[in-house]
């Protein structure tokens, strides 16, 4: 029921953020509150007042029924570069107009400075149109509390997604993954875990995941090669013997693939079967 009443609240906070004639938010906070609530992407639109391109944009493109149609699949935020140059900063935003889909927390999924075409618009509102329903639990946790184990947990969530995805996103996705990894790498160093080294290993171990869901399991198989099994964590034993046993059978080699067979689980080998049937 909280949960409830707080989603119904930043809607309707975010309702007089709105510019009127397109229905673009202006608040970065509130928009990444509503795509977390909501679970969209957002749409950000970095602009400034003075720039021809950027009212093109609105006269062509943004301001067309069918492209609002595709919008509503988002969370649309229009950040002036002149009112918000610290947040221009953090994104490298040197030149306008600057597109970028990002997740519910401002990480980046896609980006491009340029004028676009209205079709070009719609192409890329399409590509994007993704419900993040299957990441909600994971990316409100770390919004409400950045730490080592929800930023991993998110991390590990993202790979879990792109099984879902077709291959033209999942590049995109895994490099979020990476984000979220490499921000937990970070906290890691400074957390008083008992277990970093453990948690260090399984971080390279989804790396070698992540050339699996980008369909590579030759570069896959080489990556564990480097790994030296008895200087293995025992927390790590069972996604060591699953990608094993993936990287063999995405290769079609049976026979390698069923001496690992044994030591997996059932949810290792449902897992599996995801990535055989994805691939």
């Given at each position: ?15 007089f ?15 990444k ?19 021809g ?12 029924e069918?492209?609002k ?12 570069i ?13 030149g306008?107009?600057y ?32 419900n ?11 919004f ?21 995805l ?14 979220y ?8 160093k400074?957390?008083?875990l008992?277990s ?16 699996l ?24 034993q ?18 390698n693939a ?7 689980t ?14």
């Amino acid at each position: 029921m909280k949960r409830y009443f707080l989603i119904v609240f930043i809607v309707f906070i975010s309702g007089f953020q709105l510019v009127k004639a397109e229905n673009w938010l202006t608040s970065f906070d509130e928009a990444k509150k509503l795509a977390v609530a909501t679970n969209k992407l957002l749409l950000v639109d970095f602009w400034a007042s003075w720039c021809g391109p950027c009212k093109r944009m609105d006269r062509e493109s943004w301001s067309k029924e069918d492209v609002k149609l595709l919008m509503a699949n988002y969370v649309p935020v229009k950040i002036d570069i002149d009112s918000q140059k610290s947040l221009a900063h953090k994104y490298g935003v040197r030149g306008i107009p600057y597109i970028f889909i990002m997740d519910g927390n401002g990480k980046v999924i896609y980006q491009q400075m340029s004028y676009k075409r209205k079709d070009q618009v719609m192409d890329l509102l399409h590509k994007y149109a993704l419900n993040t329903k299957f990441l909600s639990q994971d990316l409100i946790n770390y919004f409400k509390n950045k730490n080592f184990a929800t930023t991993f947990r998110l991390a590990v969530k993202y790979q879990d997604y792109c099984l879902y995805l077709t291959k033209d996103l999942k590049r995109d996705f895994t490099h979020v993954s990476e984000t979220y990894f490499d921000e937990a790498l970070d906290m890691l160093k400074t957390s008083d875990l008992k277990s970093k080294e453990a948690f260090e290993q399984k971080i390279s171990l989804y790396e070698i995941q992540e050339q699996l869901i980008l369909e590579n399991p030759g570069k896959a198989l080489k990556m564990l090669a480097k790994i030296n099994d008895n200087e293995l964590d025992s927390m790590n034993q069972n996604m060591y013997g699953f990608l094993h046993y993936t990287v063999y059978k995405l290769l079609n080699d049976d026979t390698n693939a069923s001496l690992w067979q044994d030591k997996l689980t059932k949810s290792d080998m449902e897992k599996a079967s995801l990535f055989l049937q994805a691939s």
